[in-house]
């Protein structure tokens, strides 16, 4: 298949570090936090850090379509992928969401704006891509948490857990009920034609256009994500994680659980959990309200952590009305699912 070339927007590119520039400088002026040792660690640094692996994402996506490995890389998920009818492009990016949800997305894209696949593919695809990425953080999590909190943490992570495996099922059942068997042609290229492709010809198709793409994402990146950085810095997500942790605790919670929830509502959740297992041992609350407060704050702190950290990365690998539909419609089912098996061992245990 010939590879169209991606035409580089620089001038969209030039208006869009302007406009990053002109963002940052007010908040320089404004929040008086920001210094420049500040601004090159935690920004910078991990903007750099994000715009290779968007970049590696794209470039991985059409190494493996033009290289005729997407297939190998899907068998793993082949079974589910198949019964949700969204075919070995998205069971590959699945996969590769286990090393790196960045990349995921970047093959997603890829495969989306070549055609090979459709946007009701891409939006399940990545709500699915919750598997993966709850068990790439859980070990940096689950072994500071559980000797922190024993029983109600162990019960906790199992809720998340079957709450994540919930929406999966969900989401591949909506696959297999509405979706089209998906048109898997080229995934199999006949071996001659396998034979005669060389690697210099595969990253001559990809050169054609990933740098237009790049180009293209950075340009919404560059902005928003400082825009995000410098708010935060000013403290209004800490404000909308007091302002929300008042509403639910005096509602929702018991008042004997108000200090693990407000630190959970922290940028980690470390804290939150330290604070459950001192309440715990002490026999101010028992288990069952250590866990109810602890899926409080996850359902309340994460929504807020995923516009921080996540949404300057969905709106600059897809686009912003997209980005930002399918981050937000994510977390809701995220929260709902979690709501809907806490209310279960609410009411059963």
Known sequence: MKQRKVKPDYRGLVISLVISVIILLWGIYLVES???VTIVKRLFIPLVRLLVFITLGLALGQYLELSGL????????RPLFRFGKLGDRCGSAFTAAFVS??????????????????????????????????????????????PLTGAAGLIYFCI??????????????YGHLFLAQPEEYGLHPPKTEKAAKEKRAIWQSIRKKLFGRIIKVFIWIFP??????????AGLFKFLNSALSGFIVTRVVPVESLSVVILSFMAEFTSGFAAAGALLDSGVITVKQTVIALLTGNIVAFPIRAIRHQLPRYIGIFSPKMGTGMLLAGQFFRILSIIFLGVCYYLLF
Request: no cysteine.
């Open 34 to 36: 920001l210094t420049f």
């Open 70 to 77: 997407t297939t190998k890389l899907s068998i793993l998920a």
């Open 101 to 146: 949800g960045v990349a995921a997305n970047g093959m997603l894209l890829e495969f989306y704006q070549d055609g090979k696949i459709s946007k009701k593919q891409v939006y399940l695809t990545n709500f699915v891509n919750h598997l993966p990425a709850y068990f790439l953080h859980l070990p940096t999590t689950f072994f500071i948490v559980l």
């Open 224 to 233: 928003i994500y400082i825009f995000i950085y410098v708010v935060n810095a």
């Open 160 to 173: 998340t857990l079957l709450a994540t495996l919930l929406r999966v099922f969900l989401f591949l059942l």
